[in-house]
């Protein structure tokens, strides 16, 4: 989702490392070594990784900026491919067809068939086109703060995963709890008062029955 959109859902993160003195050089450095893959003529299922903000097409983060005031701001990109099962049986069973009429056999094993199977889905994915999915970040790294534009599980997930590897430093998703507990400086036994309470659910009209 981008973040110049009309309409946009956001998660919020605090980030709980520190960077290096050359902040932009190795963030520019993290962004390029993790650039996300093009897979259109590979046989792969999914690609993950980062492209600029302007041009998240072209992954080219050697002119892009990526700094805007005191934010580090582009985005994630996670391209996906799928074989539909109808298109796969179609061709499976072309296949196995092929295979026997070749062998002059009458069936299969079971192995034979699930090798069959994954030759002819790997043959599918080199020709099926990715599907991207771009997501915006903007990273307030005076403040430690992160804004990521979506609040898909997979998405989110991904994000995680992928900052860790690119930037050795951890992100905490910001809920309820984990904000308390990182900006109130609670104590310890204010922190187990904390995990212990539950939300309430809402009510339309605040009355009482």
């Not at 994915?125 to 903007?138: F, G, S």
């Not at 994000?159 to 709890?177: A, D, G, H, Q």
């Not at 109130?184 to 309430?200: G, I, P, W």
Request: one cysteine or more; hydrophobic letters at 40%; aromatic letters at 10%.
């Amino acid at each position: 989702m981008s973040l110049l959109s009309s309409s946009v859902s956001i998660s919020r993160y605090r980030v709980t490392g520190k960077l290096p003195e050359a902040a932009l050089e190795y963030v520019r450095e993290a962004l390029k070594q993790n650039a996300v893959r093009d897979i259109d003529n590979d046989p792969v299922e999914q690609s993950v990784g980062w492209t600029p903000l302007e041009t998240p097409f072209q992954p080219d983060f050697e002119a892009a900026s990526i700094v805007y005031g005191t934010a580090f701001v582009f985005s994630l990109r996670m391209d996906k491919k799928t074989v539909p099962a109808k298109i796969l049986k179609k061709h499976l069973e072309t296949a196995v067809a092929g295979r026997l009429a070749k062998t002059e056999r009458n069936a299969l094993s079971r192995m034979e068939k699930a090798e069959l199977k994954e030759e002819v889905f790997r043959r599918l994915l080199v020709r099926m086109p990715a599907v991207p999915h771009v997501y915006d970040l903007v990273w307030h790294y005076e403040t430690d703060d992160l804004w990521f534009f979506s609040n898909l599980k997979a998405a989110n997930e991904a994000l995680e995963t992928l900052f860790t590897k690119s930037f050795k430093i951890s992100i905490v998703r910001m809920f309820p709890y984990t904000a308390a507990e990182h900006l109130c400086d609670l104590k310890s036994h204010e922190k187990d008062v904390l995990m212990k309470l539950s939300a309430v659910p809402m009510q339309e009209g605040g009355g009482h029955a």
